[in-house]
């Protein structure tokens, strides 16, 4: 069998893997990055999306809080935020009334370096720099309930603010249809309780809580409910190609600029294949996204949708930060015994759990397909002890599988992992 040589996103520089010559490799559009992104972000600013110019949002003396993306989301933070605090404060806003906040959801704090390497050292030394702490009772205020009854507390510091900004970037994401939005709200700077039961398993399991889907999806409605709640000022997101290079800039109304974001991504990144195939081969998109096994499992999410019953899933993901140790995530793992138990557990009436919604997507994934993890921060061990099977030769294990099969395998190939969302025709 001839084979074709190709490069997935993998960690910092990827990783070179030789597939059959008649693999479907699936890919985004490749849209080239913006010539001059500190103009067009400036343009953006000043020319919004159904919503009046930054510039004209603000007044001397007020507050600002600045909701950023954590380390584990490729938001080209330190290019975006310099060129929307330049505007802020040639509006009349001082340094000392701007406050950046670290979105962190349920996720662990940063440290120093990391938030040096995501915001630059210049705005970290001379803006006051918070991380959101959904466990943090002092720190959240309650906002109401859902129409699902579920309560809603966010970050005190961000509700109190005069001037409440959102930032991130779009791409689609596996149960909440797409990122960047509302998701700045929810679950990134609420409390713990309301994210738990936004992800809850009712809510997982929902036939439209997947990619690319927003209306009719309950999860992400209620994330707009609760940024309703919110009520931010201004939003700023951005959409990437796979050079992590901006494409495209949607600034403004939370709503309106996020649905055309939204469109943007959808038309780039969503692509239909024939189908199903034997085998799919994904990636986790590489460094910052494929850091640990958690955030891995959008990767094997967006392959599920191409493969065949009992097929097989290979996700290659670094994991330089291991499962992690942080979370619920690995307990709740290394507490079944299967992906079936797992998934009994976890959709048991009365159960609730910290990153439940991750395991019960994996298991829901595993009921589907055999998922197979090449990653270089993992021990075959730590993979076997998440329910997963370890592969340290992608090639050989494809061998092998052609080798036990009567005909050769069909083969599908995500690059790019989730940057890619592929769908049957």
């Not at 003396?61 to 330049?86: C, S, Y």
């Not at 001082?94 to 995501?118: C, P, S, V, Y």
């Not at 201004?234 to 800039?249: A, E, Q, T």
């Not at 199903?276 to 494929?290: E, H, K, Q, R």
Request: glycine share 8%.
């Amino acid at each position: 069998m001839t084979r074709r040589n190709i490069k997935l996103a993998y960690g910092r520089n990827g990783l070179h893997l030789n597939v059959p010559d008649d693999a479907l490799i699936v890919e985004p559009k490749f849209i080239p990055g913006l010539a001059d992104e500190a103009t067009e972000l400036r343009t953006a600013l000043r020319r919004p999306i159904d919503s009046p110019a930054i510039n004209e949002l603000v007044t001397a003396g007020q507050k600002v809080v600045i909701v950023h993306t954590d380390i584990t989301r490729a938001t080209p933070n330190d290019r975006i935020l310099p060129v929307l605090i330049e505007e802020l404060e040639s509006a009349g806003i001082m340094a000392a009334d701007i406050t950046l906040l670290n979105a962190l959801g349920t996720h662990r704090k940063q440290t120093d370096q990391e938030l040096r390497q995501m915001l630059g050292p210049r705005v970290v030394d001379n803006y006051c720099c918070l991380q959101h702490d959904a466990f943090d009772d002092n720190h959240l205020v309650k906002l109401g309930t859902t129409r699902l009854g579920h309560p809603v507390r966010i970050n005190k510091t961000f509700f109190e603010a005069d001037v409440k900004i959102l930032t991130g970037f779009i791409e689609p994401h596996f149960f909440a249809g797409f990122s960047a939005g509302p998701k700045g709200v929810l679950p990134s700077i609420a409390g713990f309780e309301s994210v738990l039961t936004n992800h809850g398993a009712d809510m997982i399991a929902h036939a439209d809580a997947v990619w690319g889907v927003t209306k009719g999806n309950p999860i992400w409605e209620e994330m707009l409910e609760a940024a309703r709640m919110a009520d931010p000022t201004f939003i700023l997101n951005v959409s990437l190609n796979r050079d992590r290079k901006i494409i495209g800039i949607f600034a403004g109304s939370m709503e309106a600029a996020h649905a055309k974001g939204c469109q943007f991504v959808k038309d780039v990144s969503m692509a239909p294949v024939d189908g199903p195939f034997d085998v799919v081969i994904a990636t986790n998109a590489g460094y910052p996204l494929d850091q640990n096994l958690y955030q891995s499992v959008k990767g094997m999410s967006a392959a599920a949708r191409v493969v065949r019953k009992g097929g097989m899933i290979i996700i290659a993901a670094e994991c330089s930060d291991g499962i992690p140790d942080h979370g619920s995530y690995a307990q709740l793992l290394h507490e079944s015994d299967s992906p079936a138990h797992l998934l009994k557990r976890v959709e048991t009436p009365g159960f609730s759990c910290q990153d439940q919604w991750q395991v019960q997507i994996q298991a829901r994934i595993q009921q589907h397909a055999d998922v197979y993890v090449f990653a270089d921060g993992l021990t075959d061990q730590q993979i076997r002890d998440a329910l997963l099977t370890p592969t340290r030769d992608i090639e050989k294990t494809l061998a092998d599988l052609s080798t036990a099969a009567s005909r050769p395998p069909s083969v599908c190939v995500l690059p790019e992992g989730p940057v890619t969302i592929p769908y049957l025709t």
